[in-house]
């Protein structure tokens, strides 16, 4: 089955030729990359072309390695996360289609500036702060993660277009930095939606559930792995409904909507990681690979 990569006039699609020479022909490699736009929180998939069958392909960008997937005998894609914290500049992306020399290409991609926007608030200094019998729990659900995002599953799990995981709109915005009682923290790396507590959760694309437990900060957290290191997270939910290990489809429920961990009120945080745990905002997702893109 092949992954969906959708374009559409709204994306902004560029195309280089790669080229060098061996011995007795010209090999080359043409990338093209679909993005909502190149710019730190954005994911970018990588469409490879190679003039004939290779048997591997390596990919790395951003000091992350990336998990490209056949499409064709001659077509690979991969999806590369632009984190959020990504100071804007030209980007080498590394490709590697052999053993030799020859067979190493680099394309690159020019990063644009990006200002999030920063919220100042006051609150009791209890919220800000953690307890210290808490450190060790919070140093240990960190490692849980970091594990997570370093498992993901080489091939894509996912089959056709992404879709939200509620019908609710965003009400905040990707990447917002929230600087409580004077105290910088850091930025927001999810989409929360306004959706009312009870309300279901459902799975935006198919895929392995890597996590499905309650955390300090994020509550009742479910992690879904959906392949070539793409992961989407889901916080706070009043009730589970899945189990890791699990496998989902789109659509199916994973638990939902409440006000569990460190949150003020019911609501729906969801995050999206790509190249293991590159932080990148769920409604660039949807935007070069769901259904809206697809139309």
């Known amino acids: 089955m092949k992954p969906l990569l959708a374009t559409c006039f709204a994306l902004s699609v560029a195309a280089t030729t790669l080229a060098v020479a061996s011995l007795h022909a010209q090999t080359r490699v043409s990338v093209k990359t679909a993005a909502r736009s190149l710019a730190p929180g954005e994911l970018a998939v990588l469409n490879l072309i190679t003039p004939a069958p290779v048997d591997t392909l390596q990919v790395r960008a ?45 394309h690159r991609l020019t990063v644009a500036p990006k200002t999030f926007r920063t919220r100042q608030l006051t609150v009791d200094a209890a919220f800000v702060n953690p307890p210290d019998e808490a450190q060790a729990r919070i140093a240990a659900d960190a490692e849980r993660l970091r594990r997570v995002w370093s498992s993901s599953s080489p091939t894509p799990l996912w089959s056709g277009p992404f879709v939200r995981p509620v019908a609710d709109p965003a009400n905040s915005v990707f990447g917002t930095r929230s600087v409580f009682n004077g105290e910088p923290r850091s930025p927001h790396g999810g989409a929360d939606f306004s959706s009312a507590a009870g309300t279901p959760v459902k799975a935006p694309n198919a895929g392995r559930i890597a996590l499905a437990d309650d955390l300090y900060f994020t509550g009742n957290t479910v992690v879904i792995d959906h392949g070539a290191g793409l992961f989407s997270l889901f916080a706070h939910l009043r009730t589970i409904s899945v189990r890791e290990s699990d496998t989902v489809t789109t659509g199916t429920v994973v638990g939902e909507v409440g006000a569990t961990g460190r949150v003020t009120g019911p609501h729906l945080h969801w995050a999206v990681r790509a190249n293991s745990d590159a932080r990148v905002d769920p409604l660039s997702l949807l935007a070069v690979l769901g259904a809206e893109a697809a139309r």
């Open 62 to 106: 951003f000091d992350r390695d990336v998990k490209p997937f056949r499409t064709s005998p001659t077509e690979w894609q991969a999806l590369v996360g632009i984190d959020l914290e990504t100071k804007p500049g030209r980007y080498a992306i590394s490709i590697v289609t052999g053993p030799l020399e020859q067979d190493r290409f680099t």
